[in-house]
């Protein structure tokens, strides 16, 4: 591990702006089996770091799929809906936070489970081969509110990962829609990430499956945090041969209360740190760090940057990273 990864968990917390929260709610506990552990109101003194109007009121749930305190989502919502910050439009022209992944024990089951909460399934399961040793089944879904959702079970390798006790598991990866993969591959590699795998995927139904109407190429790459830590890994990829201008952040609107992933949450010891060595490499600060109230994580010392693609993070102060060995 290098000096600033000892500073840093692996990805904690995912947000995402939903439209209205008791459906938000319901549908990640009827598709995904999370529970919501903690509702409450989000405190304006956020609204310098998180980027949203200080008179606008915002709420908050968290959700968990266990009892461990990784991998979880919080969900924010307005008192006026907000507008998706991810269209169609934009699967191949923009960067940033893009999908939730998750392990689940039956993909099949799973995908009937998310149209009957009221989120939309993809079709027949993709099938394709990480490597010699792991092999996945996996489709994209989304949310009521459009954020992208993509779920995948083991055909062969699983039990390389661990255990799964639950019917979806924690969050596995924030996926990432990049600019340039080496720059982006860099950056959270300061952070600890180590290379899980590295592909490029052109198997038939893969354009289908992004939700862009055309064959597609991308270069998809995972990581995982201190090269152990199995949940909470960053996943990035680029279309390649696209023939399209250079695509661009969407981080003017990744900001409450629109909708979709948000922002990530990861914990550290040192954020002045991590800034400090992040910010050479296209990490960006956003404000001030403050000591404020932070949902799901009770009052403590918050910092947020923008990675090298727009993608907003939290940095999370602890005195001593937990132990997840």
């Keep these: 591990m290098n000096e600033i990864g000892s500073l840093l968990s692996e990805v904690r917390m995912a947000t995402l702006g939903v439209s209205h929260m008791d459906e938000a709610v319901q549908f990640y506990e009827q598709a995904l089996a999370y529970r919501c552990i903690e509702r409450g109101r989000v ?29 979880r989502i919080r969900l924010l919502a307005g008192a006026q809906p907000g507008r998706p910050i991810w269209t169609p439009a934009d699967r191949m022209s923009a960067t940033g936070s893009y999908a939730l ?18 989120g939309e399934a993809g079709s027949q399961p993709h099938f394709w081969e990480v490597n010699d040793e ?4 996996d489709s994209m879904s989304s949310d009521p509110d459009g954020t992208q959702l993509d ?9 390389l990962r661990g255990r799964l006790d639950t019917p979806v598991s924690v969050v596995q990866t924030v996926a990432l829609a990049v600019a340039e993969v080496e720059v ?5 590699k300061a952070m600890g990430f180590v290379e899980l795998f590295d592909r490029v995927l052109d198997f038939e139904g893969l354009g289908d499956m992004l939700g862009v109407d055309r064959p597609v190429k991308i270069h998809n790459v995972n990581l995982m945090k201190d090269g152990h830590i199995v949940p909470g890994r960053v996943e990035m990829f680029a279309y390649l041969d696209s023939g399209l201008p250079r695509p661009q952040p969407v981080t003017d609107r990744a900001v409450p209360p629109n909708h979709g992933l948000l922002s990530f949450s990861l914990l550290t010891t040192n954020a002045d740190a991590v800034l400090d060595a992040l910010e050479p490499l296209g990490g960006g600060r956003v404000g001030q760090a403050a000591a404020v109230a932070v949902p799901g994580f009770g009052r403590t010392d918050l910092s947020v940057l923008l990675g090298p693609d727009g993608e907003r993070i939290e940095l999370i102060h602890c005195e001593e990273l937990p132990d997840v060995a």
Excluded: K
Excluded at 184 to 188: E, H, L, P, Q
């Design 43 to 71: 405190p304006p003194e956020l609204a310098p770091l998180w980027q949203f109007d200080p008179d606008l009121a915002l709420e908050y749930a968290i959700m968990a799929a266990d009892e461990s305190g990784r991998g």
């Design 101 to 118: 992944n998750f392990r689940c024990q039956d993909l099949h089951a799973q995908l009937e489970r998310i149209r009957s909460a009221g």
């Design 184 to 188: 982006s591959r860099a950056f959270y």
């Design 134 to 137: 792991v092999h996945v089944y």
């Design 151 to 159: 779920l995948f079970s083991y055909a062969r390798g699983g039990d």
